[in-house]
């Protein structure tokens, strides 16, 4: 589970603030997996994505023609550990509190082992894993003018969440795959270090501190709870994930301008961080070894 709670904001919060358009969101999450057929399967079935395009030895899966994850087939790669930096979950935001509640509904009746549920204030959420144990998360988010601020900082909690009420928002209509709109809303990552994890991604990425506490923190572009998060709860003092092993990759960022582009170009360089530019996309990697790449969109 996300288990935010308590710690300090760097973001001065509004609700005014408009986040449909943040300057930076998600793009597609790549894993790299053993069983790409079952894993495939897994996310086909029980989260409801839709396959966007194959070619040899990657699947890409996501909602209507946007893709929002990549499987990489690697048989032979050595399995990351339950304690390696890397993958907390992906995110998949659903558009609506009726879509979570019909996919609630098709996790019932499908009975997905499901490992855990939470009203996080700013959205309700439910987590669980996938055939090679990455992380899932598939959430809703509340109205903006609902979430929790105390000092005017924004306070995300665990709750317990009302599934019956979530089901009943779901309606009687059958659950037919994500729906169009669907995205990948944040990425949860296991570090080593929380503050080397909030160094990078504020100095190089441009990022807020939304929320943090001792073993975990929240960050986000343009007032949103959070796009990105990072905690030890599992993998204190891990080194860099092993590149080769299964679990994440890398995940896109992407920039909704060429300003907002711009200006995490400027914030890299000035940071000193390693990065490589292919044509409009920037390759770089964070703290704990999972690769960035930032480009527009």
């Not at 597609?28 to 994505?49: H, K, M, N, P």
């Not at 304690?83 to 935001?93: E, I």
């Not at 988010?141 to 005017?152: H, N």
Request: aromatic content about 6%; proline content about 6%.
């Amino acid at each position: 589970m996300d288990g935010a709670g308590g710690g300090t904001a760097g973001f001065a919060w509004s609700a005014a603030m408009s986040l449909p358009h943040t300057p930076l969101r998600i793009g597609a999450v790549s894993l790299t997996v053993r069983d790409l057929s079952r894993v495939a399967d897994f996310y086909r079935e029980a989260i409801g994505l839709s396959e966007t395009g194959r070619d040899a030895g990657t699947v890409h899966l996501g909602a209507g023609s946007t893709t929002l994850l990549e499987l990489i087939e690697a048989p032979s790669a050595p399995l990351s550990g339950r304690r390696s930096a890397g993958l907390f979950h992906t995110a998949f935001l659903l558009p609506d509190r009726a879509a979570l509640g019909r996919w609630l509904r098709h996790a019932a009746t499908s009975r997905l082992p499901l490992q855990g549920a939470s009203d996080h204030g700013v959205s309700e959420a439910i987590y669980l894993a996938d055939p090679e144990g990455n992380g899932i998360e598939v959430y809703a988010d509340r109205p903006q003018a609902e979430w929790p601020v105390l000092g005017g900082a924004l306070q995300m909690v665990s709750d317990p969440l009302d599934a019956d009420d979530l089901l009943a928002a779901g309606g009687d209509a059958a659950f037919a795959g994500v729906p169009d709109g669907t995205t990948v809303g944040h990425v949860h990552l296991q570090v080593g270090d929380v503050p080397a994890a909030d160094r990078f991604y504020t100095a190089a990425l441009g990022l807020d501190v939304m929320q943090r506490s001792p073993s975990a923190t929240f960050l986000s572009s343009g007032g949103y709870h959070h796009h990105v998060a990072g905690n030890i709860w599992n993998s204190r003092g891990a080194p860099p994930r092993d590149p080769a092993a299964t679990g994440l990759r890398s995940f896109e960022l992407l920039a909704r301008d060429e300003a907002a582009f711009a200006g995490v170009e400027a914030a890299i360089l000035a940071a000193g961080v390693t990065a490589v530019r292919q044509g409009e996309t920037i390759h770089l990697t964070d703290p704990a070894g999972v690769g960035i790449a930032l480009r527009r969109g």
